[in-house]
């Protein structure tokens, strides 16, 4: 699994790099292995800004500003808090000079071994939000659904995996 993430990896900073796009992270049940994901490949300072391990519910709310109310009505686990995760740590990272061009990923689920309250271990949303167009066109956040099987970290590891793989699918979808 390591060589195909360093590979998608090596390839989104290259993308990114290519679009003038920076990138940024907020992690729950991987905490931080997206991140390492990015900064094991060299030059990955030139992109990759950095990641907010909210991994609480409530840090989710105060470091990231996801909706509190959403956070105490359905948890964590959900796909509007992972698009709100994703929208919002592109904000939190973005600075006058990218002027917006921030790519945002999230994670967010259940790890296991059990599950949470209703919610199944293997259980896991991502998000991604794509920075505006050069032709104007608005910020997209989108978030999706994985069931995924195995042990947490094999959860916690196909996680990482599954965002590089959308990330991949979703910019070259954005391109056409």
């Given at each position: 699994m390591q060589p195909q993430c360093d590979t998608l990896a090596a390839n989104i900073l290259e993308e990114a790099k290519a679009r003038g796009w920076k990138i940024a992270a907020a992690e729950s049940l991987t905490a931080g292995l997206l991140a390492d994901a990015f900064v094991r490949i060299p030059g990955a300072s030139e992109v990759f800004l950095g990641s907010a391990v909210t991994y609480d519910i409530n840090a989710k709310a105060s470091v990231l500003g996801v909706d509190a109310g959403?956070?105490?009505?359905?948890?964590?686990?959900?796909?509007?808090?992972?698009?709100?995760?994703?929208?919002?740590?592109?904000?939190?990272?973005?600075?006058?000079?990218?002027?917006?061009h921030v790519l945002g990923l999230s994670t967010t689920?259940?790890?296991?071994?059990?599950?949470?309250?209703?919610?199944?271990?293997?259980?896991?949303?991502?998000?991604?939000?794509?920075?505006?167009?050069?032709?104007?066109?608005?910020?997209?956040?989108?978030?999706?659904?994985?069931?995924?099987?195995g042990s947490r970290e094999e959860i916690r590891h196909l996680s990482v995996l599954d965002v590089l793989q959308f990330v991949t699918q979703f910019t070259a979808l954005k391109e056409e």
């Open positions: 959403l956070l105490r009505a359905e948890g964590a686990v959900h796909p509007e808090v992972a698009r709100q995760m994703a929208e919002r740590t592109a904000d939190l990272y973005d600075q006058p000079q990218y002027e917006g689920g259940v790890a296991g071994p059990g599950p949470d309250g209703d919610k199944p271990a293997g259980l896991v949303y991502i998000g991604v939000s794509v920075p505006p167009g050069a032709d104007g066109q608005a910020r997209e956040t989108i978030a999706a659904k994985l069931r995924l099987s």
